[in-house]
Structures are given as C-alpha cells and as structure tokens.
C-alpha cells in the first residue's frame, strides 16, 4: 500500500507503533459519538488490527494521518469495504486535538483520487450518520452527493458518494 503526501499530511499504513495515539483517539467520548460510540484499549486493539488486516486481505486499507511538520498522529483516512460493505468507502476519524484544521477534508480528497486512480474504482461512497453535520460538510467539499439513505450495523446513515468522472 502506498505512502501519499498531501500539503500538510503524509498519510502511510498503520503500525503497532501506532496503537497508543490511535486507543487515545478512540477512546475519545467526541471522537466516538459518530463512530458507534467509545473503544476501550482492548478494542481499539482489535479495531487497529482488523485496519491493518484488512491491508493484507484487500490490498488497501485506511492510513494513519500524520502531519508532515513534526510528525504528530492525527487520524486516520482511507478506503474501506468489509466483507457485507455497501460500496468502496473513503472513510475518516481524526483526534479531537486535530479537527478544524482542514485535515480531513484534505486527506479524504487524496483518498478518493486514490480509490479511482490506483483501485480503479467506479464508485465512492462515504457512510455518514445523519447528525454528523461536520462529516457531511467534509463529503460535500470532496465533491460527494447524498446518493441513497442505508442502514449500517443496526444504525442509519446516508450514503454520499461520487462516481468516476
């Protein structure tokens, strides 16, 4: 899986060594309210292997987010499809320590030319809780449209997206 850079970012595949900042993230109360709720280190554990997993199964995978200048661990961005998934999806969740800056729009962008450019991708779809108003705002800057409302896990969500141009 490839290392992208982007102005501010790189965004590389995840590590072990990446497992203290990613539990922190995830064990975030804000950070988890869109994402199913809050891990514990155990899963946050799980969660970091089935990312790293899913590199090994399908080939790409969600990347670490770091920033270029000093090298701090962000987030994480990057496609995505589970077995049973409703589409090839770009997804992202960034440290609370990290939102308004940009980053996530600028990573999902990168994400995304990755999906068609080297995946060769048709679709791209990007699932979204209805509430998530700052997520919708990131799909809409990337160029994402409400394609069809889904249900993921149990839980509602609206599935943006875009297809190739």
Same mark, same amino acid.
């Given at each position: 899986?490839?290392? @992208?850079?982007?102005?501010? @970012?790189? +965004? ?13 993230? +995830?064990? *975030? ?5 869109? +994402? ?5 280190? =155990? ?16 080939g790409y ?5 770091v920033e ?10 990057g496609p ?8 090839? =999806? ?15 729009? =600028? ?5 995304? *030319?990755?999906?068609?450019?080297? @995946? ?10 209805? *509430? ?34």
């Open positions: 899986m490839e290392i @992208l850079e982007t102005e501010r @970012l790189v +965004l590389r595949p995840f590590t072990g060594d990446d497992f203290a900042d990613y539990a922190a993230m +995830l064990a *975030d109360p804000e950070v988890g309210r869109f +994402l199913g709720g809050t891990l514990s280190a =155990e899963d946050a554990w799980r969660n970091l292997a089935m990312v790293i997993g899913h590199r090994v199964i399908r995978s969600m990347w670490a987010l270029k200048d000093g090298g701090r661990f962000v987030g994480r961005a995505w499809r589970p077995h049973g998934w409703p589409g090839l =999806e770009v997804g992202w969740a960034l440290a609370r320590s990290a939102w308004g800056r940009g980053y996530a729009t =600028e990573a999902a962008r990168a994400a995304v *030319d990755y999906c068609f450019d080297v @995946l060769g991708a048709e679709e791209v779809v990007s699932l979204i809780r209805p *509430d998530n108003v700052a997520s919708l705002r990131v799909a809409e800057r990337i160029g994402h449209r409400h394609l069809r409302d889904a249900e993921l896990m149990g839980t509602p969500c609206l599935v943006y997206g875009q297809v190739r141009a």
